[in-house]
């Protein structure tokens, strides 16, 4: 299974706030800094007069017990925030001291589980874009869409120096980019859920791009792979013509329907035939197989599935399902030539095809 979240994870200062905040405003969904979470429980042990280096896990788990965070507007035209027991501390989450007593409680498995349970409980309402360190390995390792930001320590350390009140006094270029260093080294090294690249995100290193190019660098991937999932279905009712004298789809039809499939899937994937014929490609068939398994008859509604299922040098072959219901009447695949039309020599599959590949 899938989760419909957008995981954003990187260091400190990456831009992680900032693109999860403008993709969720050009996609209308919500938007979670998870961040702040680990920010909330540093904010309750401080109001507790704890402190988070000495603090001990069953002092924790009591504060836990008794502490309700919850994501909610502070006022009708204002964009959700975190409230924690019925207070909204907003700009107070966000102090150098907080953000050191947040890496802190972020190393504590306790505080780990227990943030765990409200984070996944959160993307229950539907699509999600949401950001952190750990969301694409151990929150959501199974989210949709994963992305690992980053961005050299200097940008990061100028970034964070420019957002007002997330330095302390009389803080230097140097002095963030150590903050960041040491931030970054506990987020990495610590033993539960450290900072790290899930193996399948997309790397988005953002060092020489301003927000609005990140934002689209991500719009286009999330795209791109809602397209390539996007599994073409094609249904057609069984018209009298297509039926023999047995009163059954004749044989030679599921080779029509799977031709009718080859189409509408290219044209889903804004790719059509006709077109690649103009532009002088064309995927003559060299090879057929199709194995019957049940029969149809007049009027059956069929569905008609399948993909590219391997694309190499000068060759195609796709693959093809034919139903009725759940029952399966035939399957098999096709394999095409790629041809250069202008001197009838085969040529490479285009790049457009080779993206259909699942
Ligand atoms: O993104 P931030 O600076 O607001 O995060 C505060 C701290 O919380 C940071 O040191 C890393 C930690 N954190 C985490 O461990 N896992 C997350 N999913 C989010 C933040």
Redesign the pocket.
Same mark, same amino acid.
């Given at each position: 299974m899938t989760s419909d979240v957008i995981a954003i %994870?990187g260091p400190?200062a990456s831009g992680?706030?900032t693109v999860a905040r403008n993709l969720s405003e050009a996609l209308g969904i919500p938007y979670i800094?998870? !961040? +702040?979470?680990? @920010?909330a429980v540093a904010w309750k042990l401080r109001k507790n007069a704890l402190d988070p280096d000495t603090v001990s896990p069953e002092e924790v788990d009591r504060i836990l017990a008794d502490t309700r965070i919850s994501y909610e507007k502070p006022a009708p035209d204002a964009p959700p925030d975190i409230r924690i027991d019925g207070v909204f501390p907003g700009q107070e989450l966000r102090s150098a001291d907080i953000?050191s007593g *947040? +890496?802190k409680v *972020?190393t504590m498995p306790n505080v780990r589980a227990w943030l765990l349970d409200l984070q996944r409980g959160m993307a229950k309402l539907g699509r999600i874009v949401m950001e !952190? @360190? %750990?969301?694409g390995t151990a929150?959501f390792p199974d989210a949709r869409f994963k992305f690992f930001l980053t961005a050299s320590p200097m940008v990061r350390a100028r970034r964070r120096l420019a957002q007002s009140g997330e330095t302390v006094d009389g803080a230097t270029l140097e002095s963030v980019a150590r903050d960041i260093a040491a @931030?970054d080294e506990? %987020?990495s090294r610590r033993a539960v *859920?450290p900072?790290k690249r899930a193996e399948d995100a997309v790397l988005v290193d953002n060092s020489e791009w301003e927000s609005h190019q990140t934002l689209q660098f991500m719009l286009d991937k999330i795209k791109e792979k809602e397209t390539m999932e996007k599994e073409t279905v094609l249904n057609y009712r069984v018209p009298y013509a297509d039926t023999d004298q047995m009163g059954v789809v004749y044989y030679a039809n599921y080779l029509k329907y799977f031709e009718m499939f080859r189409s509408e899937m290219l044209i889903d994937a804004g790719l059509s035939y006709l077109q690649m014929e103009k532009e002088g490609i064309a995927l003559p068939v060299i090879e057929a197989v199709c194995r019957y398994k049940s029969s149809a008859h007049f009027e059956d509604r069929l569905t008609i599935t399948g993909r590219v299922a391997e694309a190499k040098g000068v060759r195609v072959k796709i693959e093809c399902e034919v139903r009725c219901g759940v029952r399966l009447l035939a399957d098999g695949y096709t394999v095409h030539a790629c041809m250069d039309m202008k001197n009838n020599r085969p040529t490479r599959v285009p790049p457009a095809l080779l993206k259909l590949l699942k």
């Open positions: %994870d400190a992680k706030s800094n998870t !961040g +702040s979470l680990y @920010r953000a *947040a +890496s *972020a !952190g @360190r %750990d969301i929150v @931030r506990q %987020d *859920a900072l």
